[in-house]
Nanobody
Framework: QVQLVESGGGLVQAGGSLRLSCAAS????????VGWFRQAPGKEREFVAG????????GYADSVKGRFTISRDNAKNTVYLQMNSLESEDTAVYYC???????????????????WGQGTQVTVSS
């Protein structure tokens, strides 16, 4: 099992950048795929980005392609989400989630992830 803790959220102006971190406990975190999801007020939670266990495969929602980058450092048990050119529409609570799989295919469905963090708020002011 793993426990996930997100950090790095905050208030930023439109066009700015933030880097979110997802720190995990557990010795086998390197065997987990990780996804970032977000939920804006009044909206469903949606997939943002995902990365395979090795970092060799990544995937992004169309709305963030070219602006967000997901990466991981398995030695530090941490996954990152670099967010650039932020827009007001990116305002949401961001969650990281983990899926114990060695598959390279990035899963976008929430149901594929069994472990979730508590979330970190990102607010983009226009």
């Amino acid at each position: 099992q793993v426990q996930l803790v997100e950090s790095g959220g905050g208030l930023v102006q439109a066009g700015g950048s933030l880097r979110l971190s997802c720190a995990a406990s557990g010795r086998t975190f390197s065997r987990y795929a990780v996804g970032w999801f977000r939920q804006a007020p009044g909206k469903e939670r949606e997939f943002v980005a995902g990365i395979s266990w090795s970092g060799g495969s990544t995937g992004y929602a169309d709305s963030v392609k070219g602006r967000f980058t997901i990466s991981r450092d398995n030695a530090k048990n941490t996954v990152y989400l670099q967010m650039n050119s932020l827009e007001s529409e990116d305002t949401a609570v961001y969650y990281c989630a983990a899926n114990p799989t060695l598959q390279l295919r990035i899963r976008v469905a929430q149901e594929a992830y069994g472990y979730w963090g508590q979330g970190t708020q990102v607010t983009v002011s226009s």
